[in-house]
């Protein structure tokens, strides 16, 4: 199993950027996994944001971030990131890290505890 640890929410105004991380405590098979972010904003469901394959050599966004965001991975330092810019009011929401994640369901294998970013209009 992974533990995530996510990093680097916080509040920015609109239009500006922020660069999420997430670390994951079993760096020896952090490679196995898959990995994405989802986000949860209150009163609504979780959604999907992006995901990365295990080596890092694809990559798949929703809709809503596509253009504006960017996930990447470096399996040396067990991590995965989320840089964010050109943040919309909408974006705002708690991020989750996700180990295998499935985008279709909306589920993953094994979640962070997530990192609130706000961002202020």
């Known amino acids: 199993q992974v533990q995530l640890v996510e990093s680097g929410g916080g509040l920015v105004p609109a239009g500006g950027s922020l660069r999420l991380s997430c670390a994951a405590s079993?760096?020896?098979?952090?490679?196995?996994?898959?990995m994405g972010w989802f986000r949860q904003a209150p009163g609504k469901e979780r959604e999907f944001v992006a995901s990365i394959s295990r080596s890092g050599g694809s990559t798949y966004y929703a809709d809503s971030v596509k253009g504006r965001f960017t996930i990447s991975r470096d399996n040396a330092k067990n991590t995965v990131y989320l840089q964010m810019n050109s943040l919309k009011p909408e974006d705002t929401a708690v991020y989750y890290c996700a180990a295998n994640p499935v985008v279709r369901e909306k589920v993953a294998d094994y979640w962070g505890q997530g990192t609130q970013v706000t961002v202020s209009s």
């Open positions: 079993s760096g020896r098979t952090f490679s196995y996994y898959a």
